[in-house]
């Protein structure tokens, strides 16, 4: 789990002599292991912010508090369910950088991701022409490939929770074995398709050689078993698919500075 600090975050901004720091980014997070709903979200962004360069710093936010903390910030539900009762969940950003008097203040993940790439052109994850391809490969990820892996992780992110238990229960021996088993079934699945980049691409990442929005929705899976279940998790999916998995980790390595 080594953070490697770049600090390459703050460049671009000179300071004025008196100590006016420029306004940053705040990304709002969970600390630590967390049940959250699928908690790779907020490292989507985390990724997308490392990888663009922006100055930004981090707001823990427990469990307990997410809707009373976004609530006191006028963040909009991320979602709202078929009762019409919002939905708040992290991330959410708030950006002061083009105004600081009307920071923006969003929610919703791939929101957030769109709206980083159009205020923030530079060093693009969604090449030209790729938004509508890109958004459904994560949707995959999102919905299909990591669904497996709930079973495994949430009782995990539950025992390491600071109440213990709770939830659903561990699962056991056999039990585990075939859960690991469903999973490996969508690594196989995705290493097959992301293979047939390596003819007219790097092999590694989903669109040719450079990393985009997609590897990152990917490596945030990646992050959260490689925190989450390192000895039992990690060790085997590195070594899976000829080590594919660890090769696109160690590409988007450079981009998970916790700031």
């Given at each position: 789990m080594s953070r490697h600090h770049h600090h390459h975050h703050r460049s671009g901004y000179p300071s004025s002599g008196r100590?006016?720091?420029?306004?940053?980014?705040?990304?709002?997070?969970?600390?630590?292991?967390?049940?959250?709903?699928?908690?790779?979200n907020i490292w989507r962004i985390r990724f997308?912010?490392?990888?663009?360069?922006?100055?930004?710093?981090?707001?823990?936010?427990?469990?307990?508090?997410?809707?009373?903390?976004?609530?006191?910030?006028?963040?909009?539900?991320?979602?709202?369910?078929?009762?019409?009762?919002?939905?708040?969940?992290?991330?959410?950003?708030?950006?002061?950088?083009?105004?600081?008097?009307?920071?923006e203040v969003l929610s919703n993940t791939n929101h957030i991701a769109e709206y980083l790439e159009s205020a923030y052109p530079a060093r693009p994850v969604f090449p030209e022409g790729s938004r509508a391809m890109q958004s459904l490969f994560v949707h995959y990820i999102q919905e299909v490939f990591a669904k497996p892996l709930l079973p495994i992780m949430i009782p995990l992110s539950h025992q390491q929770m600071h109440h213990g238990g709770g939830g659903m229960p561990m699962l056991q021996g056999s039990q585990r074995e075939q859960a690991w088993g469903a999973v490996k079934e969508q690594f196989d699945f995705l290493a097959m398709i992301m293979d047939k980049n390596a003819g007219?691409?790097?092999?590694?990442?989903?669109?040719?050689?450079?990393?985009?929005?997609?590897d990152f929705a990917l490596c945030s899976v990646l992050v959260w078993i490689e925190?989450?279940?390192?000895?039992?998790?990690?060790?085997?999916?590195?070594?899976?698919?000829?080590?594919?998995?660890?090769?696109?980790?160690?590409?988007?390595?450079?981009?998970?500075?916790?700031?």
């Amino acid at each position: 789990m080594s953070r490697h600090h770049h600090h390459h975050h703050r460049s671009g901004y000179p300071s004025s002599g008196r100590g006016m720091s420029p306004p940053l980014i705040t990304l709002y997070d969970i600390p630590g292991h967390t049940p959250q709903p699928w908690a790779p979200n907020i490292w989507r962004i985390r990724f997308i912010l490392n990888y663009k360069n922006l100055p930004y710093k981090t707001v823990w936010v427990d469990t307990a508090n997410v809707e009373s903390t976004l609530r006191s910030i006028n963040a909009p539900p991320s979602a709202v369910r078929s009762d019409g009762r919002p939905v708040y969940t992290l991330p959410v950003i708030v950006d002061p950088t083009r105004n600081p008097m009307q920071p923006e203040v969003l929610s919703n993940t791939n929101h957030i991701a769109e709206y980083l790439e159009s205020a923030y052109p530079a060093r693009p994850v969604f090449p030209e022409g790729s938004r509508a391809m890109q958004s459904l490969f994560v949707h995959y990820i999102q919905e299909v490939f990591a669904k497996p892996l709930l079973p495994i992780m949430i009782p995990l992110s539950h025992q390491q929770m600071h109440h213990g238990g709770g939830g659903m229960p561990m699962l056991q021996g056999s039990q585990r074995e075939q859960a690991w088993g469903a999973v490996k079934e969508q690594f196989d699945f995705l290493a097959m398709i992301m293979d047939k980049n390596a003819g007219d691409g790097d092999g590694t990442v989903a669109m040719g050689r450079e990393v985009t929005y997609a590897d990152f929705a990917l490596c945030s899976v990646l992050v959260w078993i490689e925190r989450m279940a390192a000895h039992d998790g990690w060790t085997r999916v590195r070594g899976w698919n000829g080590g594919r998995w660890a090769r696109l980790y160690e590409r988007c390595r450079p981009y998970m500075d916790e700031l």
